[in-house]
């Protein structure tokens, strides 16, 4: 009893209302018992239920005033992403100390007009639960924001700071310029050389022209870019007719109404700077040259821990493909399905499930392999079909053999099996990322990008299904008429000249020209 | 102006009119004595001592026509391979900006460019060069190769070299002349060969029915002028060249059955300057940058 006096009094003192005891305060206004089950709760927002239906959502595009192409489809989910692709990357870096795009990267999301730093806009961004991200090719260089569906307009209004009004203080190009060097030292380090190897066949492919200059910084460049070269570029590269906001799981009017108030008419932070040097863009066409890169690096003690690492030297040998505008670009996404190929753990010989050309003829049968894989580049004007395989250094005369002859067997008979896995295996693949939002982001924005149409999923799949075995063999006899390119990294003493390598591509079998060596 | 139309058309034409409206008048025909001479460079030099040789082309001798007019991209192409603008191209040549600098240059070599008429229409003849060949495989270039000793002189090795890879015999060609010199590579630090474009009249030409030498030659194709000329089918390519901060430009031509870039480009983009001064602006640019 005398308990029961003091805790009312305790709670007298501190303005506690007296609750009765077992029940939980969920509703704020009212009692939840009181409203019947037939009814809805009444401070809940009201539910969205996905329907059941065969609508496929379209993709809508609307070109702005000022040029800006925007884009968006409307796909279900409580998240949306919406973001900006520029038309501007490595290739455009032409009349600039190349490196650009990779600072621009490193850049991304930092102080704005009206953001102090990264910090706050991280912080804003989780009032929408929201990421950003930014990301760059070669040609391309992507900003975008997954948050909240509701929140498109904060969402559209931060891209257009982050985009169009960066500040670039000397102490962020600072902070770039060290992280730069610690990533060329960290990739130089690395035992999977992959993005050293995608730098060298691109140069060796398309010498010292667009798509063949370096996307990473080149290490004498890191001191030379200062805000005035950064200015510089965006100021002819970030125009509005250069760029395309894309949203998905947005609706097209509020996405557009979004892009009329934040970024139409807005004033980017380096205009009216004063005149820069470089006045023109660059709109070279890309001239695919063929030849050879060579990097002699002494593999043998890469291992970063206890586990010694196999020393190994890679080569990759390309060709000319096309671009993604022509009616060949389907069958060269085919035939690079076809020949496949991975890492040798993944073979593990028959039955394992790996069929691709590359696993059966290449990884299967020669146990000194330890990967061949089949890369397709496409771009808007050229392309690249290369294949990358490594080996210890010894047997490195065996791998391009063995490289040259897959080549030439490209354009001899198909089977019927392979092609129809292959052509599956495509489309399957096409339409399982396209069940992500992020994807489905990119291939809008990058279609309208460079097409201003978008094609979609099912006229891919269709264009795929239309493949057969004569269009392989025809535009594998268009690639081997071009001039080779070859990369190579690692121990290269045994590897062949440049003529022997094209002497091979050029022959009915493949096979190299035999050489006389007294030392083996 | 009716009156100086007029006057034109009678070729009573005083001097000082034509010298400050050169560019506006055309006068195909030699049948006239008519001499125009300008202080300005562009002038339509006319000769009245021009002598035709056998296969001429219909346009000869037409009387001037479409003085009113203003010059038209369409008649110049027409015209394009006559005795009028041969002249001036030679005289155009020794103007044009050389583009080899202080190079060490070694043994030399020569291409020819065929001028020709495909089914009446001015063109240019363009080979693709086989598969098998070591240097430049699958290419396009002009007929040519490596001077021999046996040679007299530049112009012979070209139309020796036309002779074997496409049969056109060289007593068929009418050479108007050869261009600068061009280097092969734009290579500093290695001996750069020099490479000399002749230009040859070789008349109508049907390209199925040439005798192509099938080691050397994997096609034969024309482009004519007006393709050539038409600013939607150039494009460009800048090169930088790494290490060094020296960047440069070509051109491109689109369009055709095959791309033209390259050496062989440089050479067309020269040619074009000689033959269509005024309809054609040349592409090529090299510059030096302080930093990079």
Redesign the interface.
Known sequence: MAARVIAARCRNIYGLKKKPHGLRNFCSSGDPGSVPLSQPLPSLPVPQYATVSNQTYDTKITTLENGLKVTSENKFGQFCTVGVLVDSGSRHE??F??GISHFLEKLAFNSTARFGNRDDILQQLEKYGGICDCQSSRDTIMYAVSADRKEVEPVVSLLSDVVLKPNITELEIEDTRRAIQFELEDLNMRPDPEPLLTELIH?AAF????VG?PKLCPPD?IL?IDQTTLFNYLSLHYVPSRMVLAGVGVKHEALVEAANKYIVGHKASWEGQGRYPVKMV??????Y?GGMRQLEKDMSNISLGPNKFPELTHVVIGLESCSYNEADFIPFAVLNMMMGGGGSFSAGGPGKGMYTRLYLNVLNRYHWMYNATAYHHSYEDTGLFCIHASAHPTEVRELVGVLVREFVRMAGPVGGVELSRAKTQLQSMLMMNLEARPIVFEDIGRQVLNNNTRKTPQEFCDMIAAVTEEDIRRVARRM????PSVAALGDLRQLHSY?DI??GL?SRDGQMPRRFTLFR | MKLWISALKNNHIPQRVLASHARTLCCYTSNHNTNFSSKSTRTRHVSNKSNFQGKQFLSANKPCRELSTSFSKETAIQNILLEENKLRTLEMIPKMRSIVTNEKVSVGAAVLVPLCTVKGVPSVLFTLRSSRLRSHQGEVSFPGGMCDSTDRDIVHTALRETEEELGIPSSSVDVWGSLKPIPDRLNLQRNTMTVVAVLGNVGEVDPAKLKLSPREVAAVFPLSFSHLLDPARQRYTTMKRRHDNYSYTMPVWLGGPHRVWGLTAIMLDQVLVAMATDWYRTVLRSSWRQCR
């Open positions: 032409v009349e100390p190349s140069a010498r010292d022209n667009t200059l460049n030379q660059d709109e070279s066409i890309a001239q040259t081997l008429e071009t001039k003529e094209q002497t050029a």
